[in-house]
């Protein structure tokens, strides 16, 4: 399968606990976007990668979440000191950029804190 | 933020009707895509209309386009129970680089 992955699939945890999220975008994709959805919501923007630089970050995104793509392939996600309201399905999706950018997108990461 | 509002906001239709969900947005963009998502799963994309075009084809969906409403329709025809899905649009604005989605339209279809 040459689709992006995502992994884990689901993710319960402790507040107050670290997570880390994991993302192989297309091999050939040099974008790689995070998103996070809650349910009945659309995905919000959190942060993008050109390569291994991260371009742009929401003002969503607190200082708890850190992402890196070290050598322009995979991505992690970390949220440091989870609360509860960081519960949602976190997206990754990977395009090759350019005009008409398309994106591709993994199945996510459904993240619950107790 | 959203950038989009899909509306309604929930469709239920019997199988082979036509849907239609409309999309509005704020402000310029390069271009509008519609996308797909089945529950628990990631979005599918479905079709790309470029600012400049006001109507699209893609097999049984057809989009349009109005930048001067800063609005947009899908129009599903002849739909089938694998149509059930939600659906977002998402605009890539002039000077952004990244996609912003709407709040999405949960399509069912009624066998």
């Known amino acids: 399968d040459t689709g992006v992955s995502q992994d884990p699939r689901h993710k319960i945890t402790k507040r107050g606990q670290n997570v880390t999220f994991r993302c192989d975008p297309i091999?050939?994709?040099?974008?790689l976007y995070w998103y996070r959805q809650t349910l009945g919501q659309g995905p919000e923007f959190l942060t993008y990668?050109?390569?291994?630089?991260?371009?742009?970050k929401s003002r969503l995104l607190s200082d708890r979440f850190s992402a890196e793509r070290p050598k322009g392939s995979f991505s992690t996600l970390e949220i440091q000191r989870t609360e509860q309201g960081d519960s949602a399905m976190y997206l990754c999706?990977?395009?090759?950029?350019?005009?008409?950018?398309?994106?591709?997108f993994g199945s996510g990461t459904q993240l619950s804190v107790l | 933020s959203q950038q989009g509002e899909e509306d309604p906001q929930a469709l239920s239709i019997q199988e082979g009707e036509n849907a239609t969900m409309n999309c509005s947005y704020k402000?310029?963009?390069?271009?509008l895509q519609w996308y797909r998502q089945n529950s628990g799963r990631g979005l599918v994309h479905l079709i790309l209309?470029?600012?400049?075009?006001r109507e699209k084809h893609s097999g049984r969906l057809r989009v349009t386009l109005d930048t001067s409403k800063k609005s947009s329709s899908l129009l599903i025809t002849a739909s089938r129970a694998a149509d059930t899905a939600s659906y977002f649009c998402?605009?890539?604005?002039?000077?952004?680089?990244?996609?912003?989605f709407g709040t999405g339209t949960r399509l069912t279809i009624i066998p």
């Open positions: 990668f050109q390569n291994e630089a991260q371009l742009e």
């Open positions: 998402a605009t890539d604005a002039k000077g952004n680089e990244k996609l912003t």
């Open positions: 091999s050939e994709h040099n974008r």
């Open positions: 402000t310029s963009i390069n271009n």
């Open positions: 999706a990977s395009s090759s950029g350019g005009e008409d950018e398309k994106l591709f």
């Open positions: 209309i470029r600012s400049n075009e």
